[in-house]
């Protein structure tokens, strides 16, 4: 069955170090990626979208990989700060059936001053 | 410039009681969807519809029923409520292009008792 698992539902780092999201998934083929933030009483709102043919994306400390024979995109935040501190979703599309967005669990983020 | 806006924002019902769930976005999106999410769960897709005059299941349909009622307006159905359709709700739309982003509304809080 399709699933997508983002990999720990909670995850706590140092302000200004690096924090490294992950979103892994099996029996999907996408044709693009998306990432979002979620604050909490808050929908999600639309950070980054890498496509199948990227490897690598780039939004100011943004970063996301994308990396279709491992099956997983890695999300990065270099440079954290507490303001990070949210729960962060990635987003599946697939090119046949694109009009359908399947999310992952999430990943809450606590950036610790 | 309102985006997507969702109706009511809290609802307590009664097991058995059935209500409607609005949302409108000013957007002028063709694609609007309805998510629920719940604890450990992430954002689980009930229905979606790609234009108007057309919907189609998504990942947790039972129990729910759509109307997109116009290409603003896209409601969310509950007949009978049952206590574990107690959730947040998420109506979305997204931008007209295979790669478009979801833009969200602030949710609507639903308990069923």
């Known amino acids: 069955s399709q699933k997508i698992e983002q990999n720990s539902e909670a995850l706590n780092i140092q302000e200004g170090k690096t924090a490294t999201l992950t979103c892994n998934y099996t029996n999907y083929s996408p044709a693009y990626l998306q990432w979002y933030r979620q604050d909490p009483g808050r929908g999600p709102v639309f950070l980054l979208l890498i496509r199948e043919n990227e490897k690598e994306k780039r939004k100011e400390r943004l970063k996301v990989t994308f990396d279709t024979t491992l099956k997983q995109s890695l999300f990065h935040i270099t440079a954290s700060q507490p303001a990070d501190s949210a729960t962060y979703l990635c987003?599946?599309?697939?090119?046949?059936?694109?009009?359908?967005?399947?999310f992952g669990t999430g990943t809450k983020l606590q950036v610790i001053p | 410039n309102a985006g997507v806006t969702q109706t009511p924002k809290f609802q307590v019902l009664k097991t058995g009681q059935s209500m409607t769930l609005q949302c409108a976005q000013d957007m002028n999106h063709n694609s609007m969807y309805w998510y629920r999410q719940d604890p450990g769960m992430g954002l689980r897709l009930i229905y979606y519809s790609a234009s108007e005059g057309t919907t189609d299941k998504g990942e947790v349909p039972n129990g729910y029923n759509v109307s997109r009622l116009n290409k603003r307006e896209f409601s969310l159905r509950l007949e009978s409520a049952a206590p574990s359709q107690t959730s947040v709700y998420f109506c979305?739309?997204?931008?007209?292009?295979?790669?478009?982003?979801?833009?969200f509304g602030e949710g609507s809080r639903l308990t069923v008792l």
């Open positions: 979305a739309s997204r931008a007209d292009r295979a790669d478009g982003e979801l833009f």
């Open positions: 987003a599946l599309l697939t090119s046949g059936g694109y009009q359908k967005v399947t």
